[in-house]
């Protein structure tokens, strides 16, 4: 036995939801740079929230989960923007979100003017 404060103890109560989606989650975290978690309430009900930094400034995708479902946001710093990846597998859904967003990001590029000197 370890003497110390218990650092896991914010997440006693998500505990059955990291349970759940220990795999996904574990996939996310050794792929991705910025990502983070932390247990949060909304409407008297707990879940675990997971933000992924997006490289554009003040974006990030973010999820909500409990035991019975998963909730996917984007975040554009005063919007929030809820997603339907219509996928179930948690870190499936996330690359899906990222490849739509790298598609909506390069469509924009693209349309912008482009100057071009000689």
């Known amino acids: 036995m370890v003497r110390g404060s218990d650092l896991a103890r914010p997440f006693n109560d998500v505990w059955n939801v ?3 989606y220990a795999l996904p989650l574990n996939r996310l975290y050794r792929q991705l740079a ?3 978690c932390k247990r949060t309430e909304m409407e008297s009900e707990v879940f675990l ?3 992924i ?3 554009n400034p003040n974006q990030q995708l973010r999820l909500l989960l409990n035991e019975a479902d998963v909730r996917y946001y984007w975040d554009e710093g005063n919007e929030l ?3 339907d990846p219509h996928e179930t597998q948690v ?3 996330v690359y899906l979100i990222l490849a739509e967003l790298a598609k909506q990001s390069a469509v924009n590029v ?3 003017p ?3 000197q000689a």
Request: net charge negative.
């Open 49 to 51: 929230a997971v933000a």
């Open 91 to 93: 870190d499936r859904a």
């Open 110 to 112: 693209c349309e912008s």
């Open 53 to 55: 930094t997006l490289p």
């Open 18 to 20: 990291l349970e759940t």
């Open 81 to 83: 923007i809820a997603i």
């Open 114 to 116: 482009l100057s071009v």
């Open 34 to 36: 910025k990502i983070h």
